[in-house]
């Protein structure tokens, strides 16, 4: 059966007062529930539609109103009995808006026996782009426009939103503008340096676990070269017994650390205690304390540790990280982790490995990284670490190499 256009008028309707109920709950889109409602709703405006026909007058609305009933297979593939088992999935509720309105400013002209009226072509369209593709239509003002046509919707298109141009003016205030890096014309530099890096993969790849055994407070740092970021975890004396030997206030703040880095990052872990220390050594060393991290003790539950094992007053369940800059390291990755570390305890001394992954997004994996008063679960791929703990002297970097075994024979 062909329905004509006034016969979709209560569907219109039904749809955009009852769309939530039909999704949602009691029908849930369920077609059956869908028709029995819907039956109900047309008894009030004296519109009767067998159950037979539901499937045809759905395809048909379809048709006009750009697909608004989606369901999960095709209606023409169904039959009656299987299309009132099916369920809806979304109704597109601007599309049957657009519908109504297409529809009542249609017969609003049809109605009018005016001359000076915009003349509107008689027939309704399937779809919003053959409604614009359609020549009949003429072209008005856009304020008294009634119907859209192919000109007038390129002209909202084309028109750029408040949004838009908020976000440019805003971008172009708070968008910093740095110089262009200054690159040598010379053609002859360009090409020792390809020639430098020419088969060196050791330029592409991160270096293996390097650590050298020794006493931190004896060897040489000018031997290590210069390093983009340095942890320092020094044992500090805290007055307790321990299975390992302290390192006093005066042997730390003597350390030559200026012969490790020009510029760059420096993260010093502190006892409760040994705070103020710690900020009087970064400056002594030529840093600038910037920020203070914390590590949050966690036991295997996840739940923050309270063993009574240290602290004078209060269970200490977190250790303090002074983080202090040396130079203008504009080359640092700033902005992208937090100053707080949540994670297990490990083994005696033995710092949470995010702390490595936070200082590698700072400076980069391929940078050169020192850990000093490290222990052998403290090596890793990328750092040089060098202690009293660690076992024997394992180097792949050939310069590191030769001045290593350059100081080991002058010190025989």
């Known amino acids: 059966m062909i329905y004509d256009l006034d016969d979709f008028f209560p569907f219109i309707e039904f749809i955009l007062k009852k769309h939530i109920v039909i999704v949602g709950e009691p029908i849930r889109g369920e077609i059956w529930k869908l028709y029995l409602v819907f039956v109900e709703f047309c008894n009030q405006l004296n519109f009767q539609l067998p159950t037979q026909d539901f499937r045809g007058y759905i395809m048909q609305f379809n048709e006009i109103s750009d697909d608004s009933i989606k369901l999960n297979k095709k209606i023409e593939y169904l039959s009656t009995v299987e299309f009132l088992k099916e369920r809806i999935e979304w109704i597109g509720i601007d599309a049957v808006r657009i519908l109504k309105s297409k529809i009542n400013c249609y017969e609003s002209h049809m109605g009018r026996k005016k001359k000076n009226l915009v003349t509107i072509h008689p027939k309704i369209s399937r779809t919003l782009k053959d409604f614009i593709d359609n020549k009949s239509f003429t072209r ?18 084309d028109r750029p939103s408040a949004k838009t141009i908020l976000g440019k003016a805003r971008a172009r205030e708070i968008t910093p503008v740095n110089d262009f890096p200054k690159v040598c014309n010379d053609h002859k530099h360009a090409l020792v340096l390809s020639n430098i890096a020419f088969g060196r993969k050791d330029l592409l790849q991160i270096t293996p676990p390097q650590w050298i055994s020794c006493d931190v407070r004896l060897l040489p740092f000018r031997v290590l070269g210069k390093f983009a970021a340095i942890i320092s975890d020094p044992a500090w004396d805290i007055h307790m017994s ?7 206030d005066d042997e730390l703040l003597n350390l030559p650390m200026c012969e490790l880095q020009d510029e760059g990052i420096i993260m010093l872990w502190v006892t409760g205690r040994s705070i103020e220390i710690g900020r009087r050594a970064l400056t002594k060393w030529g840093y600038t304390v910037s920020n203070e991290m914390i590590w949050i003790k966690l036991n295997q539950l996840k739940r923050t540790i309270v063993t009574g094992r240290t602290g004078h007053w209060l269970n200490h369940s977190k250790e303090h990280l002074l983080v202090g800059l040396k130079g203008n390291p504009s080359w640092l990755n700033y902005k992208i982790d937090t100053d707080v570390v949540a994670s297990n305890t490990r083994e005696t001394s033995r710092k949470p490995d995010e702390l ?20 052998m679960h403290n090596t890793r791929p990328g750092w040089l670490t060098i202690g009293s703990q660690l076992q024997g002297v394992s180097l792949s970097e050939p310069e590191v190499i030769q001045r290593y075994n350059m100081y080991m024979k002058s010190s025989t």
């Open 140 to 157: 008005v003002d856009l304020k008294c426009a009634t119907r859209l046509n192919l000109e007038l919707m390129l002209e909202f298109i």
């Open 356 to 375: 490595y992954e936070i200082i590698e997004r700072m400076v980069g994996k391929h940078a050169r990284k020192l850990e000093i008063f490290g222990r």
């Open 242 to 248: 321990l299975p390992y030997s302290t390192c006093k």
